[in-house]
């Protein structure tokens, strides 16, 4: 149920969405009537680059959006689009940031009140400084002043009286996939300086997506503005240690000291980073904590723009999985779960070993873009170091005959890559992470403790640990870090 609110703001009318629309406003202030986008037609006329112009000028057209400063901005993006495709990528570090070293994002999840009547106001903003890593300060566009929006909470049933203040330089809109609603009506563009209020009802429990969707819709998002939405079920919930955690994607563009966004980079799908709660491996430095035995429950958005995630905590099974976060939607027993961009689930588990344990998108790619986390489980066991490590596989072998190797991993290679040792003969091997980002060392086809490869724990920047194996027959073997598959890659040779 849509209310526009009487006109704060007799000028937001005049650029109301108007799905259909086959208006495009031009720089100039001109206005083209009667496009139709055709992207044949326009593919022979621009080239190459039209088939992004036809996909933002559709966008446009559909939506209907004419704010000029809007407008202006595109056709530089486009501009920028057609002048060809970014420059190589840049590996940026993933070391934290001094912003999330001294605030990492507040991942806990406070319940919801019992009112039932919501009433939330979020102030749009399109210049906050956020500190993605260490050294790395973006310009972010966002919902209340944090990459992502603190996440709001609500219960079955209750009506969410919404209100956006837009405080940025450039229009901004708001819209709650929880909400079923008139999008025109309701989520439409705010211009700068102005606010809109409508409400909904809060029908479907679950956990969703909200956003920006003033076009073009993949910058609003790329540069921050989203958040998650908990609507808890009219049942309520069993008690559990819970946590949101929203994956997203930075592009980067250098602009003086701050980075801001790169379209370009957004259009082609190659993101600098991939982050939980809007910073790299804030969660790494500070691990989200959790009692063994303990019901631990995981809200979990997908912001995007573009990227599939693939949800997974390394030693653990969800012990439920829930699509949308839907208690209707149970699946039991799973690893890892797929969350569509502009999509979200629900996670419960219980650990019964203290411990470490990561929990990433096992898009590899991404995780080691960033989006790593851990949840620790319990207090440390003695010998880890600074507690951030997994458990390292128990030897059940003396070591004090093995021989020894040191391998020294760094970002992201191993110092050594060249290790030898005699078939039948122990080897312990002492493994120092002087790296950043999260490694391992896993020697592949070379049994270890357990009946798994021998391998050391996965170690955060700084972290060292150990394991011992006895090869048993002469070869060559690889060993890699199962965090950079790709680029940490050794050989061990046994005579
Ligand atoms: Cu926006």
Same mark, same amino acid.
Not at 99 to 122: N, R
Not at 131 to 140: C, E, M, P, S, V
Not at 161 to 189: E, R, W, Y
Not at 278 to 284: E, H, K, S, T
């Given at each position: 149920m849509?209310?526009?609110?009487?006109?704060?703001?007799?000028?937001?009318?005049?650029?109301?969405?108007?799905?259909?629309?086959?208006?495009?406003?031009?720089?100039?202030?001109?206005?083209?009537?009667?496009?139709?986008?055709?992207?044949?037609?326009?593919?022979?006329?621009?080239?190459?680059?039209?088939?992004?112009?036809g996909?933002?000028?559709?966008?446009?057209?559909?939506?209907?959006?004419?704010?000029?400063?809007?407008?202006?901005r595109?056709?530089?993006?486009?501009?920028?689009?057609?002048?060809?495709?970014?420059?190589?990528?840049?590996?940026?570090?993933?070391?934290?940031?001094d912003?999330?070293?001294?605030?990492?994002?507040?991942?806990?999840?406070?319940?919801?009140?019992?009112?039932?009547?919501?009433?939330?106001?979020?102030t749009?903003?399109?210049?906050?400084?956020?500190?993605?890593?260490?050294?790395?300060?973006?310009?972010?566009?966002?919902?209340?002043?944090s990459?992502?929006?603190?996440?709001?909470?609500?219960?079955?049933?209750?009506?969410?009286?919404?209100?956006?203040?837009?405080?940025?330089?450039?229009?901004?809109?708001?819209?709650?996939?929880?909400?079923?609603?008139?999008?025109?009506?309701?989520?439409?563009?705010?211009?700068?300086?102005?606010?809109?209020?409508?409400?909904?009802?809060?029908?479907?429990?679950?956990?969703?997506?909200?956003?920006?969707?003033?076009?073009?819709?993949?910058?609003?998002?790329?540069?921050?503005?989203?958040?998650?939405?908990?609507?808890?079920?009219?049942?309520?919930?069993?008690?559990?240690?819970?946590?949101?955690?929203?994956?997203?994607?930075?592009?980067?563009?250098?602009?003086?000291?701050?980075?801001?966004?790169?379209?370009?980079?957004?259009?082609?799908?190659?993101?600098?980073?991939?982050?939980?709660n809007?910073?790299? #491996?804030?969660?790494?430095a500070?691990? %989200?904590? $959790?009692?063994? !035995? +303990?019901?631990?429950?995981?809200? /979990? @958005? &997908?912001? *995007?723009?573009?990227?599939?995630?693939?949800?997974?905590?390394?030693?653990?099974?969800?012990?439920?999985?829930?699509?949308?976060?839907?208690?209707?939607?149970?699946?039991?027993?799973?690893?890892?779960?797929?969350?569509?961009?502009?999509?979200?689930?629900?996670?419960?588990?219980?650990?019964?070993?203290?411990?470490?344990?990561?929990?990433?998108?096992?898009?590899?790619?991404?995780?080691?873009?960033?989006?790593?986390?851990?949840?620790?489980?319990?207090?440390?066991?003695?010998?880890?170091?600074?507690?951030?490590?997994?458990?390292?596989?128990?030897?059940?072998?003396?070591?004090?005959?093995?021989?020894?190797?040191?391998?020294?991993?760094?970002? #992201?290679?191993?110092?050594?890559p060249? %290790?030898s $040792?005699?078939? !039948? +003969?122990?080897?312990?091997?002492? /493994? @120092? &992470?002087? *790296?950043?980002?999260?490694?391992?060392?896993?020697?592949?086809?070379?049994?270890?403790?357990?009946?798994?490869?021998?391998?050391?724990?996965?170690?955060?920047?700084?972290?060292?640990?150990?394991?011992?194996?006895?090869?048993?027959?002469?070869?060559?073997?690889?060993?890699?870090?199962?965090?950079?598959?790709?680029?940490?890659?050794?050989?061990?040779?046994?005579?």
């Open positions: 849509c209310r526009a609110a009487p006109d704060h703001n007799q000028d937001v009318s005049r650029h109301d969405i108007a799905p259909g629309g086959n208006e495009m406003a031009l720089a100039t202030g001109e206005r083209r009537q009667g496009f139709r986008p055709s992207l044949k037609g326009i593919g022979a006329v621009l080239g190459t680059g039209a088939l992004v112009w996909a933002l000028a559709v966008q446009a057209a559909i939506v209907g959006e004419r704010q000029e400063s809007t407008t202006a595109l056709e530089q993006q486009i501009a920028q689009v057609q002048a060809g495709p970014p420059a190589q990528a840049q590996r940026y570090t993933t070391e934290v940031s912003q999330a070293k001294a605030q990492p994002f507040d991942a806990t999840l406070p319940p919801a009140t019992t009112a039932p009547v919501k009433e939330i106001t979020l749009a903003t399109d210049d906050t400084i956020v500190g993605i890593a260490k050294d790395i300060n973006f310009t972010g566009w966002t919902f209340g002043g990459v992502p929006a603190k996440p709001l909470r609500v219960r079955q049933g209750d009506t969410v009286k919404f209100t956006l203040v837009n405080n940025g330089k450039v229009g901004h809109s708001m819209d709650f996939h929880a909400a079923s609603i008139n999008p025109g009506a309701a989520f439409k563009t705010v211009l700068p300086g102005q606010s809109f209020s409508f409400e909904w009802k809060a029908v479907n429990p679950g956990v969703y997506m909200f956003h920006c969707g003033t076009p073009p819709v993949i910058e609003h998002i790329g540069n921050g503005m989203y958040g998650a939405i908990i609507v808890d079920p009219a049942e309520g919930l069993a008690p559990a240690k819970e946590f949101a955690l929203v994956q997203s994607e930075y592009y980067l563009d250098k602009k003086g000291e701050v980075y801001t966004g790169h379209v370009g980079k957004m259009m082609e799908g190659t993101p600098d980073y991939v982050v939980w809007g910073m790299a #491996n804030q969660y790494v500070s691990p %989200l904590k $959790a009692d063994p !035995g +303990e019901l631990i429950r995981l809200w /979990v @958005v &997908n912001a *995007g723009p573009s990227q599939t995630s693939a949800f997974h905590v390394i030693g653990a099974v969800f012990s439920a999985y829930y699509p949308d976060g839907n208690l209707a939607n149970k699946q039991v027993g799973v690893s890892t779960a797929t969350i569509p961009a502009g999509g979200a689930a629900m996670f419960e588990l219980t650990i019964p070993d203290a411990g470490t344990y990561p929990f990433v998108t096992h898009s590899f790619a991404d995780a080691s873009k960033g989006a790593i986390g851990v949840l620790q489980v319990g207090t440390p066991a003695a010998g880890e170091a600074d507690g951030h490590t997994m458990d390292a596989p128990a030897s059940g072998h003396g070591s004090a005959a093995a021989v020894k190797l040191d391998v020294t991993m760094l970002d #992201n290679k191993f110092a050594q060249q %290790l $040792a005699k078939a !039948g +003969e122990m080897v312990s091997v002492n /493994v @120092v &992470n002087k *790296g950043s980002a999260l490694h391992n060392l896993r020697i592949a086809g070379v049994p270890g403790d357990g009946g798994k490869d021998a391998q050391s724990a996965l170690l955060t920047g700084g972290a060292s640990g150990s394991f011992t194996f006895t090869p048993a027959k002469a070869g060559t073997y690889k060993f890699i870090c199962d965090v950079h598959p790709v680029e940490m890659t050794g050989t061990l040779t046994v005579k």
